[in-house]
């Protein structure tokens, strides 16, 4: 078991007084059993798989001892930071497609300790010889389901293939069924489930609302007009859906984010830093956000197209209502639709006002400061520009978070503008920084 002192003082640092249920069942596992663990996403599974990896680390530089392989490229970050937040004092490295590969391969010359990626990249990496997985001893393939799902049985087998030495394998999945196959070489792992049945969540309510013609954009618009401002996320089946949507949206005046695979890894990032410091209480996505990424307190999920089957459902649904939280799914229908037999609850119908009100705007607006991690800019850097140089106060700063080349800062709405004035041409560790919102 890690030591309490070690686990008080990283608990500390991540901003959290006790473990749940499901983080002290994997600690109480230990290291020297393989592990599969069902949890649906924000349950705390990170840290669970976390924590047990700093009582496994020798210490000793230039040696990778640990690896993580996550589906995607948000869920790979979201894992970095989470072991960033916990302050180790241990190095780790995040390797994902859309990243600059020379930037990698300068940071992989000195080996982290923990290294976290997505398939197709550490087998970019292996082919060009920029890793020696010799010294891994534990492997833990997140999201595992969703890994398969996505076509990269190849790669996993290829990434497995050189990883001679490992003694532990920790697998975690969101879906109850999944068949572990034999390349994974997990043998009698301990077995913990903390799924349940999303559909008959009692803090879910489930409400439906009839579009009176084919086309649901003004019912959508007078939805988000009834929700005060919650924090919701708008599935649609298609990108191109997401992006009519989203530009409708923007047109009738309400900020929001559109999230889909074929956008640029930075405007994901954007549109994700954007929704989780609450500059925009829109969201609208395809099912990649249902599954993998840091979202926090979403109030309402609205399947603005129905999902696909079953299982997307329940995944999109397990958005909100999490951790004893109550949260709305909403289901909106037009004439020639109809409830999924695999919804089995009766919905509540939902009758939308004559004239709607105009969704409520956010209370924080979002500034981009373009210098990040490779400027070694850190989040007490950024918070501090904004006291000193800025003239904010505590009150007035929400959520920082620093990517690569850039940092995000939530500032309340109506001290942007003279903070951007007060800010500009002014230096962050000794460097002139360009600000924008």
Known sequence: MIEEELLARVLANVGIEQLNEMQEAVLEVGTSRDLVLLSPTGSGKTLAFLLPLLETFSGEEKKIEALVIAPSRELALQIEAVFRSMATGYKVNCCYGGHPMRTEKKALEHPPTLLIGTPGRIVDHLERGHLDLDTVHTLVLDEFDKSLELGFTKEMKEILSHLPNTRRRVLTSATEGIEIPPFTGIRNPARLSYLSDVKETKNLALRLVNSPVKDKLETLYKLLGELDGGATLVFCNLREAVERVSHYLEEMGVENEAFHGGMEQPDRERALSRFRNGSSNVFISTDLASRGLDIQEVKHVIHYHLPVNEEAYVHRNGRTARMHAEGTAWLILNEVEEVPEYITREPDEFFLPASGRKPARPEWVTLTINRGKRDKVSKKDVVGFLYQK????????????????????????????EAIQKLQGEKIKGVKAKISW
Do not use: F, M
């Open 390 to 417: 800025g003239g904010l106060q505590r009150e007035d700063v929400g959520i920082v978070e620093v990517r690569e080349s850039c940092s995000y800062a939530a500032v309340k709405r109506g001290k942007e503008k």
